[in-house]
């Protein structure tokens, strides 16, 4: 089984990427782990994606991303990111997809404003812009015949040349990356699968905390399989938190209220209904997200309370609310919260991870043939905090530049002996142990490697991080390889890619703040 390119990952850039592949020939398998192609964060993506707006320009872009990090991005990744991503919207999602975005009365497109941004440029689809995208390059991909598809499929390792006797001397050059071994948890089977590329476009870790924005599935594979293969990664410290998660503990299922909401007027408040950005950020409200997650994070403790509140109902006519945001007005109406009558009560959560696995600005990571585009990479372009609605962007736009260094630059097509996977597929542990684990590792992450960290509690975290990976390999060496198994250890050793790389750095920016450091 060999491919031009192998894709890990089905949302924005690895659907984006098989699209780019499939029009220059190239034979693509495309990988979910999912049961579905709705199971990803692009899916969940509310607000929109980055455009270009009036009066605007690929350099108040930029400057709008540099900003937002701190000043901490990589202006070379910032500038690829403005000047072209744009116009990828535009000819793939707009001129090939026609995905339905919002028009206004003059005909013109409809662009909210969002947090940092200094001009109104995000295109959206009423408030399910991530629903819109998914399903339209899910339906894109259905009709190219030079994509296969294969869902509820995990990867569990990279093959890399210097492992197999490719040649006597493949041992001591460095390694390249021939293809990933695939799961299927339906056959019971460990698979290799060969490729000229590998792509992964795995998505992000959020899942590891107690409080997040994504689905279950995100739980830091990419970064964990990258990291056993051997490859560089960078920023894992810097998480950012979304300041707005709908807070109602007695449903289990969480709800992203998007930054859409603040944009179009909301202004946070306290239980004494005063609003408070404004002692914390001149931009108010409209902060960016780790100034807003961290000054909401303190009122809740100053008023020992579990959450603050997002007024809307005051800021726009109710009409407007049911037309600008009709799935955050029914999902809170079916929660028992009228957003049109009273403020929403919301409260941070685990959102989106800044760093990941180290690419130059056409995703080639340090292991040759092995590229990582979306969240799952470090471009460096979000810095030390991504500024809103860029995340879309990031993920097309590195997508496009991926597949174009794939096709430019292709590879010599190796097929050495199959080798199996040192792990043999075995049965899942009880549903119990699982969960137990799982709600450990959340536990942990929320408390110790959250939004407020110090060294003594980081210290903690990696005792207890350790000790999980240790009962883990324990449990792997006695039942083997599952699908559930594989997302518990991933899960882990996320976390503590995440916690080493918060204790190594002492400096408090953007998403990370350290407690106990005077160091700004």
């Known amino acids: 089984m060999y491919y031009d390119a192998l894709i890990i990952g089905n949302g924005i850039a690895g659907s984006s990427a098989a699209l780019f592949l499939a029009e220059k020939s190239q034979r693509v398998l495309l990988v979910s782990k999912g049961q579905s192609f709705e199971e990803t964060n692009t899916e969940k993506a509310q607000g929109g994606i980055v455009f270009r707006g009036k009066n605007d320009s690929w350099k108040i872009l930029k400057q709008d991303i540099i900003n937002a990090s701190d000043g901490s991005a990589l202006e070379k990744s910032a500038k690829v990111l403005a000047k072209i991503g744009p116009s990828l919207v535009k000819r793939l999602f707009i001129q090939k997809l026609r995905v339905p975005f919002e028009i206004d009365e003059q005909g013109e497109w409809d662009l909210f404003q969002e947090a940092a941004h200094s001009r109104r440029r995000v295109l959206h689809v009423k408030d399910c812009t991530g629903r819109a995208i998914q399903k339209a390059l899910h339906e894109g991909i259905l009709k190219e015949h030079l994509i296969e598809v294969k869902k509820n499929t995990y990867a569990v390792g990279l093959i890399l040349s210097n492992r197999y006797q490719l040649s006597p001397r493949s041992r001591y050059e460095n390694p390249e990356c021939l293809g990933v071994y695939l799961l299927d948890p339906r056959k019971g089977t460990i698979t290799a699968y060969f490729a000229r590329a590998t792509i992964f476009a795995t998505g992000g870790l959020n899942s590891l905390y107690q409080y997040s924005t994504g689905g279950p599935w995100n739980t830091g594979d990419g970064y964990a399989i990258a990291n056993r293969a051997g ?290």
């Open 231 to 520: 490859a560089i990664l960078q920023n894992m410290e810097y998480v950012q938190f979304h300041p707005t998660l709908l807070f109602s503990p007695e449903y289990s299922q969480t709800f992203l209220i998007s930054e859409t909401v603040r944009g179009e007027g909301a202004e946070l408040i306290n239980h004494e209904g005063k609003a408070f950005m404004h002692k914390y950020h001149h931009l108010g409200s409209l902060a960016p997200r780790d100034v807003v997650s961290r000054a909401i994070f303190e009122e809740m403790l100053n008023q020992n309370s579990h959450c603050v509140f997002l007024d809307l109902c005051h800021a726009i006519s109710s009409e407007k609310i049911k037309a600008t945001f009709p799935t955050i007005y029914e999902e809170c109406l079916y929660r028992g919260i009228d957003i049109t009558q009273e403020p929403i009560p919301v409260a941070p959560g685990a959102h989106f991870c800044c760093g990941g696995i180290l690419t130059d600005s056409f995703g080639r990571t340090s292991i040759k043939r092995l590229y990582a585009i979306g969240e799952v990479a470090c471009t460096g372009v979000h810095g030390a905090n991504r500024l809103a609605s860029t995340s879309l962007l990031e993920g097309l736009t590195f997508a496009y530049r991926a597949s174009h260094d794939i096709v430019k630059n292709p590879a010599t097509k190796e097929q050495p002996r199959i080798i199996p996977f040192e792990y043999v597929y075995g049965n899942p542990p009880s549903e119990a142990i699982l969960e137990s684990m799982r709600k450990i590792i959340q536990d942990t992450m929320w408390k110790f490697a959250g939004l407020i960290r110090s060294q003594s509690g980081l210290k903690y975290a990696l005792e207890v991080l350790s000790g999980l990976k240790k009962q883990v390999v324990q449990i792997k060496n006695h039942l083997g390889v599952s699908s559930s198994l594989l997302e518990l250890e991933n899960s882990v050793d996320a976390g503590l890619l995440v916690v080493e790389a918060a204790l190594r750095n002492p400096i408090s920016l953007g998403t990370h703040f350290r407690s106990d450091s005077s160091m700004v």
